[in-house]
């Protein structure tokens, strides 16, 4: 925690914090003097607000959304670093209508507003993205390098379009929010409860220096800020195969059920790093004029392993069912698996059939297939961002400028190696609660006797790169009326995209199961245990090939060799690989009224205009195959378009007096589709594992960009120091939604599911939040350092679209209900919260066209995700003035994540989700 003692320039950093306006689309900031611009806490306070605990901090960004015209919620300065969240986007979360996930290094990933991820992020102002994406990988921030976090859910005519779901909108320290010489850092080290003994202390280092001087020339400020953090992990997870007819099954000794055709489990671990680094140049010749250069970095280095044992139930002697009580009607086809071509009066040729299936509660199954895949990835990505501008006032007149430029790199390089053998049984049940677990008597995955070479080799090599140019201006005239100020200006950006992949290889030598691992030549400790998985003979380990060896070039070199290809790197695969360049044009027009209604009663708010047109050429490339020869020949396929549009807005905040006001706003806003969904080009690849489709994917240059019509209303009411509550309805009507659906293809004679993304058509979106805070100072001493939040959303959504498959259903990855509530306690040198975040269930992909079996009553076949629930704490202690030590823990009840095959007694998936503690130190001088 920043002590209440701590030096003033410091304190008053956060002062302006909450004065400033989160950047807007024209100005990465604003003239000191001038009066804040319109798209933040439009007429926020000029004076110093003292940022000292968590209290005030949270004072502070409800002040945010107390004086906003729009629907903004904010995290405010230290209110982030006294969170027990590691990253921007575990600490997201916290956000009334923000939904996140639990990513597969167990970070906190994926923030969606209010249901949904189409959102625009940027930092201090700017369009900020990873890779080739249009949207910012908000764990690769770490929490220390930011003053503070706005999430707009309303838009206006001078942010930059992007985001159907709103926005997110970074900030940065600035030099001149310090007035002297500023130290501070921090250090904290983490235990990962899954990463296990060996790996305790993950540390995590940051470090802040600046200073302030009066010259001749006016004033000059200097920041640099640094972090570092590293973590060892593992996230293990266990889930059920397709769902099969067990009239296929081996020997048929269990008729007319569906169950698993098999089990797998798999634990990704590794490491990864996040080194950052920012600075801020600031020049002040007088008090009407800023003169800036500011710049970030944020790197990611990982080193990822996976290990992943799979039983293929099905192909063993026996098998062996439970039979359950649920029967139902399902169509299946010859193989046992779904069949959507049923045979019927209107169909005499399908080959499917309507069986009445019971649920097989658990099963055994002997001298089955097994093997593992050892997977070994080595990822980078590193960001780099640069912009330079000023802010300058004449009287009434102020101009802002700003020039950009970011390059965002992405590097992943996979190598994967499957060995195996056969294992005499494997036992399968259910418990009370639907969750996978399995039994191999004996473990013989830990005995390497036996092993040999199954299904291919796969290699997944891939380069993406962003780069983009921006240039903003924007004039604003102040005439202090019933036109409190008009606002104009203008946005140019230039972005490029490239990506190029190498995604295949070979199957094993000889076929599966043919060559022994023994025979291979491999170094003689090639084999390693694994980490064990929970759900998997209680966690014992089982044998892998080391993935540390898979990082090696030369023992690349020997499998290639092995697997009888070239031993050197492939390259890439041009019917993967894409080039883009989009330029964007924008122009803007909003005015900002206010008047008295009564004497009482006073009213402003935003009318405006963005206008933004799109021009994109994107060059991928595809596959033409000659029917005689069987041969193919890669083909360049390019497309142009453009797209135009007016994005108005409106807005209204009543201020009825004594703390009570309400607000209205309108704004229709749009997402572009990201490149890799714009790509003209086709690839595919063959599986050599039976129970895995052939599959591909294309992108579709005719997509066209997301548009909502937009509607907030609020009413909310502020009382006492620092408490509040409100209440936000909200409306959008989206048309042009993208989603990603599979169709079978035959392509040279063999079926392939390919995944192409497709304009959804029409969905709407609606709800409620509502959120609080408030401290009881009318406790007697002691206990009136205690302090209550919370904030509950519910959002309703449906697909609208006629015909759609989807139609009448839920939009994907939107939960009905999610909230937050914690207590807080702030006195005597003690600042400390604890928080549960609770999410329902929701569904978050389309499976129609997997192999999986569902009943004939399910039309469409979805993945769903479980409710579940994080109860998170922090607690921090002045030890001195200048020193405050601190110790956290997330996740503490050890929560998983459940996923399900449409509805939750189709169990397919879980995820053992890490807990963390962490004891950390902070100071300031």
């Not at 206010?594 to 021009?615: H, Y």
């Not at 975040?837 to 079996?853: A, C, K, M, P, V």
């Not at 979805?862 to 607690?875: C, E, M, P, S, T």
Request: aromatic share 10%; proline share 5%.
């Amino acid at each position: 925690m920043l002590n209440r003692c701590a030096s003033a320039a410091l304190l008053t950093m956060a002062g302006h914090i909450v004065g400033m306006p989160p950047a807007s689309a024209q100005a990465a900031d604003a003239p000191e003097v001038a009066p804040p611009a319109p798209a933040a806490a439009d007429s926020a306070s000029e004076q110093e607000i003292v940022v000292t605990g968590i209290r005030q901090s949270l004072q502070a960004a409800a002040d945010i959304k107390r004086t906003a015209v729009n629907v903004v919620d904010s995290i405010v300065a230290e209110d982030i670093g006294k969170l027990p969240d590691l990253t921007t986007a575990s600490a997201l979360q916290r956000i009334p209508g923000v939904q996140v996930v639990v990513g597969g290094n167990n970070e906190i990933v994926g923030a969606r507003i209010r249901g949904l991820e189409d959102i625009i992020s940027t930092l201090n102002g700017r369009e900020i993205f990873t890779g080739v994406g249009r949207g910012f990988s908000f764990q690769d921030l770490p929490a220390e390098a930011l003053a503070g976090v706005d999430v707009y859910k309303s838009n206006s005519a001078d942010r930059i379009e992007g985001g159907v779901g709103g926005g997110v909108n970074l900030r940065l320290r600035r030099a001149l929010d310090f007035k002297e010489l500023t130290l501070s850092g921090s250090g904290r080290v983490t235990y990962l409860q899954e990463a296990g003994s060996d790996n305790t202390f993950n540390p995590a280092v940051s470090g802040l220096v600046a200073n302030r001087w009066n010259t001749g020339i006016g004033d000059i400020a200097a920041m640099v800020g640094i972090s570092y953090q590293r973590n060892e992990y593992a996230r293990p997870v266990a889930w059920n195969d397709w769902t099969r007819s067990t009239n296929v099954a081996p020997g048929r000794t269990s008729p007319n059920l569906h169950s698993p055709t098999g089990f797998a489990a798999g634990v990704e671990h590794g490491h990864y790093e996040r080194p950052q680094g920012n600075f801020s140049l600031e020049w002040a010749p007088d008090k009407t004029s800023k003169i800036y250069l500011e710049g970030l970095y944020a790197g990611f280095r990982g080193n990822v392993y996976q290990a992943r044992p799979t039983f293929r139930a099905f192909t063993g002697t026996s098998f062996v069912a439970e039979a359950g009580d649920t029967c139902e009607d399902f169509a299946v086809g010859p193989d046992g698996y779904f069949s959507s071509n049923v045979r019927s009066e209107s169909n005499p040729r399908g080959t499917g059939t309507i069986q009445r299936l019971c649920n097989a509660t658990g099963y055994t199954a002997r001298n089955i297939e097994y093997y593992t895949a050892s997977v070994a990835n080595k990822a980078k990505t590193d960001i780099f961002v640069i912009a330079t501008g000023f802010n300058k006032q004449y009287g009434a007149l102020s101009w802002n400028t700003d020039i950009s430029y970011e390059s965002s790199t992405n590097r992943n390089d996979s190598f994967r190696v499957d060995i195996g053998k056969r294992i005499p049984e494997l036992i399968q049940v259910r418990d009370d609660n639907h969750v996978v677990k399995a039994t191999m008597p004996g473990n013989p995955m830990n005995d390497p006797a036996g092993l040999a070479f199954t299904n291919g080799m796969t290699e997944d090599i891939n380069r993406s790169k962003g780069t983009m140019w921006a240039v903003m201006s924007d004039l604003r005239y102040d005439f202090g009326g019933f036109i409190d100020y008009i606002q104009a200006g203008v946005r140019v950006a230039r972005r490029k995209a490239g990506f190029e992949q190498y995604l295949g290889g070979p199957p094993a030598p000889g076929g599966s199961f043919v060559t022994p691992l023994a025979t291979a030549g491999l170094p003689s400790n090639i084999l390693v245990e694994a980490p064990g998985v929970p759900q998997m003979n209680d966690g014992a380990g089982y044998l892998q090939i080391d993935p540390e060896y898979l990082m090696q070039e030369d023992i690349k070199r020997q499998l290639r060799t092995l697997y009888r290809i070239s031993p050197d790197r492939p390259a890439f695969d041009p019917t993967r690989d894409y080039d883009a360049q989009e330029k964007n044009y924008a122009g803007f027009v909003q005015a900002r009224y206010a008047f008295a209604l009564t004497d009482g009663i006073e009213v402003d708010g935003l009318v405006g205009a963005r206008l933004t047109r799109t021009d994109r050429t994107i060059a991928g490339a595809g596959r033409v195959t000659d029917p005689a020869t069987g041969t193919f020949t890669v083909v360049a396929v390019n497309r142009s378009t453009s797209d135009t549009d007016i994005l108005p807005n409106a807005s209204a905040r009543v201020n009825f007096g004594g703390g009570l006001q309400s607000r209205l706003n309108y704004s229709k806003t749009l997402s572009r589709p990201s490149f890799s969904q714009l790509n003209p080009g086709l690839s595919y690849v063959v599986s050599y594992v039976n129970t895995i489709q052939n599959s591909g994917s294309g992108g579709n240059p005719d997509l066209r960009p997301q548009k909502a019509d937009s509607f907030d209303a609020s009413l909310e009411y502020y009382f006492g120091r620092s408490n509040y509550v409100s209440a936000v309805a909200f409306y959008r009507d989206i048309t042009d939604r993208v989603v990603t659906g599979t169709e079978v293809r035959t392509i040279d004679g063999l079926q392939y599911v390919i995944s192409t993304p497709r304009n959804l058509g029409s969905a709407t979106i609606k709800g409620l939040e509502l959120s609080g805070q408030i401290f009881f100072d009318f406790l007697p001493e002691g206990l009136d350092g205690l302090g209550a939040l919370g904030n509950f959303t519910i959002v309703d959504s449906e697909v609208t679209t006629p015909d759609d498959r989807l139609q009448g259903l839920s939009l994907l990855g939107v939960s009905k209900y999610n909230y937050n509530i914690g207590l807080i306690y702030e006195k005597y040198g003690i600042s400390a919260r604890v928080i549960y975040t609770y999410r329902s269930r929701y569904f978050d992909g389309d499976i129609t066209n997997g192999l999986s079996l569902r009943p004939v009553s399910l039309p469409v076949g979805l993945n769903g995700i479980r409710a579940a629930g994080r109860l998170d704490f922090g607690v921090n202690y002045d030890l001195t003035p200048d020193i405050t030590l601190s110790f956290a823990g997330t996740n503490i009840t050890g929560q998983r994540t459940i996923n399900f095959e449409t509805r939750p007694d189709f169990p397919r998936e879980v995820r053992n989700d890490d807990t963390t503690y962490s004891l950390g130190v902070r100071f300031s001088f």
